[in-house]
């Protein structure tokens, strides 16, 4: 623990340091101060042992709340293919042995090799927990894989999937474009109506 912040009014304290999410939630949560667990707890990063994204972001809540009062938010996410039977899904960061994105998305590809069927979706559960109360709510992006990865952007499966509606893939978007379709978004914007609802 590394010391308390003054509490102000309209703060929440996020169960991650991923600069990328942190930033795609300030743009989501604009009314809310919105602070890294970093400045609370060093080297934040509970064992997501979950059975579900659900879980898995209870579980991060669940360790920030154990430092800290102010409302917390944590999240995870992941991909499914349908055709898979949903996997990666929650193993979606250590689906191959070296557990590199680029792995990750070969190993996915030779999965998919011979399948018809590549429909697929992104999940997002984010979870809220201020005082006494949890609220969870999970947002989902559409679309498919594809055989050959496309795009330098973003990251994780990014490459290869295409939402519907759209002939280019998460990786060939600008962030801002992807982040308005995102399953985080999704998931977020739930959130935000919670949070205007409580007016925290
Ligand atoms: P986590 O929510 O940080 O645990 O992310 C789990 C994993 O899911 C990431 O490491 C990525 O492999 C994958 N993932 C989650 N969201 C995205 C996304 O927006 N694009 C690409 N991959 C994602």
Same mark, same amino acid.
């Given at each position: 623990m590394i010391g308390k912040i003054p509490l102000k009014n309209r703060m929440i304290v996020v169960a991650t340091n991923n600069e990328h999410k942190l930033r795609e939630i300030r743009e989501i949560l604009e009314r809310f101060e919105i602070l890294p667990a970093k400045e609370f707890v060093e080297d934040f990063n509970p064992e +997501? $042992? %979950?059975?579900s994204f659900c879980e898995n972001a209870l579980i991060k809540a669940k360790e920030l709340k154990k430092y800290i009062e102010y409302p917390i938010l944590a999240d995870d996410s992941g991909l499914e293919v349908f055709s898979l039977g949903? +996997?990666? %899904? $929650? !193993? &979606? &960061?250590? !689906? &191959? $042995? +070296? %557990?590199?994105d680029q792995a990750n998305v070969e190993k996915l590809l030779n999965r998919l090799k011979g399948k018809k069927d590549k429909s697929a979706r992104f999940v997002c559960c984010m979870t809220l927990i201020v005082g006494e109360r949890v609220i969870k709510r999970e947002g989902y992006v559409y679309g498919r894989i594809i055989d050959q990865p496309r795009g330098e952007n973003g990251f994780g499966y990014d490459p290869v999937f295409i939402p519907d509606g759209f002939k280019v893939t998460f990786a060939e978007m600008i962030p801002l474009e992807k982040n308005k379709l995102s399953h985080r978004r999704k998931a977020l914007e739930k959130i935000r109506i919670e949070l205007e609802a409580l007016d925290v």
């Open positions: +997501e $042992i %979950g059975n949903g +996997e990666p %899904g $929650i !193993y &979606s &960061s250590r !689906y &191959s $042995i +070296e %557990g590199t």
